[in-house]
């Protein structure tokens, strides 16, 4: 079982940036970021795995950043340009290698508003 300590998240203003981190418990082929608004389904915001391999969702391409530091088991997500309408809760999301269906686990969740 991985663990996922997620880190960053709160309270900024429309236009602000935001940087959001996640360490595994150990090392996992794809690491990433999801986030759910209320009423609404989870979805992508970032993934990238082991081999540099990026997917970002549309709504936040040209505004953020993913990264890894795969000595320290760690995801990164810098949001630039923040709206109102990324207010959710960020989840952080990693998934092994390998035929699907691929194991996956998920972080708690932390909780980002963005005022306007």
């Known amino acids: 079982q991985v663990q996922l300590v997620e880190s960053g998240g709160g309270l900024v203003q429309a236009g602000e940036s935001l940087s959001l981190s996640c360490a595994a418990s150990e090392s996992i082929f794809t690491m990433g970021w999801y986030r759910q608004a209320p009423g609404k389904q989870r979805e992508l915001v970032a993934t990238?795995?082991?081999?540099?391999?990026?997917n970002y969702a549309d709504y936040v391409k040209g505004r953020s950043t993913i990264a890894r530091d795969h000595a320290k088991n760690t995801v990164y997500l810098q949001l630039n340009s923040l709206k109102p309408e990324d207010t959710a809760v960020y989840y952080c999301?990693?998934?092994?290698?390998?035929?699907?269906?691929?194991?996956?686990?998920w972080g708690q969740g932390t909780q980002v508003t963005v005022s306007s």
């Open positions: 999301y990693a998934e092994g290698r390998g035929l699907p269906p691929r194991v996956s686990f």
């Open positions: 990238l795995n082991r081999l540099g391999n990026t």
